[in-house]
């Protein structure tokens, strides 16, 4: 099945820089790319996403790169505050069912 | 949460007793779907559903099984349950393939002693 690496696995930053986190996945097949932000207690919620007809989509502060060849994909948040902090997963999906998941970035914005 | 609601939302049990998990959706979206998440694994699907009565396998489905009589209840079920299923489940579910994104449900923290 699909393997999707993720790093860093923490990332701290200081608010309005920017921060980047990358993911790499195995199956060439794999054509959707959904990154989530999941905060202390909760569900994680779609942030942004990509499709592997697509190489860059941006919605305000955040971006999502995707480079096919070299099967990777970056999520890219720039101005970055307090809220941003969360635990951050990109995921890769060939099926649009079975979705394979990375381990996961906790970010942390310091004021 | 998107009107998902899982039941319950902490159980304690112990090595080999049976535990039921139940998600209930008001949203009226086709497809449900149970994960697992672990440190380290990110989430891990365990099993699907694209209908009532109509389920899949997910990536890791080994000691669990579900079942979806009716379009806002999907249940997942560890017959026996083990340490090794110690876990946070999420349910989530989708309108449509083609529209991909999946909401989450809060989750429920399975300890099994």
């Known amino acids: 099945g699909e393997n999707v690496e993720q790093h860093p696995s923490t990332l701290s930053v200081q608010e309005g820089d920017s921060a980047v986190i990358k993911c790499t996945y195995s199956d060439s097949a794999s054509n959707y790319f959904p990154w989530y932000k999941q905060e202390l207690g909760k569900g994680p919620q779609l942030i942004i996403d990509?499709?592997?007809?697509?190489g860059e989509k941006k919605d305000q502060r955040i971006a999502v790169t995707l480079n096919k060849t070299a099967k990777h994909f970056s999520l890219h948040i720039t101005e970055t505050q307090p809220e941003d902090s969360a635990v951050y997963f990109c995921a890769a999906s060939i099926d649009f069912n079975k979705f394979y998941f990375g381990s996961g970035t906790k970010l942390n914005v310091k004021p | 949460d998107a009107g998902i609601t899982q039941s319950p939302r902490h159980k304690v049990t112990e090595t080999g007793t049976p535990v039921t998990l139940r998600c209930h959706q008001t949203e009226n979206h086709r497809y449900m779907y149970w994960y697992r998440q672990d440190p380290g694994h990110g989430l891990r699907l365990i099993h699907y559903?694209?209908?009532?009565?109509?389920?899949d396998k997910g990536e890791v489905s080994d000691g669990y099984s579900v079942s979806r009589s009716k379009t806002e209840d999907f249940l997942l079920t560890l017959e026996s349950a083990t340490s090794s299923q110690t876990s946070v489940y999420f349910c989530?579910?989708?309108?449509?393939?083609?529209?991909?994104?999946?909401?989450f449900g809060p989750g429920t923290r399975l300890t099994v002693l």
């Open positions: 989530a579910i989708s309108e449509s393939t083609a529209d991909n994104e999946q909401f």
């Open positions: 990509i499709r592997s007809n697509v």
């Open positions: 559903s694209y209908g009532v009565k109509d389920t």
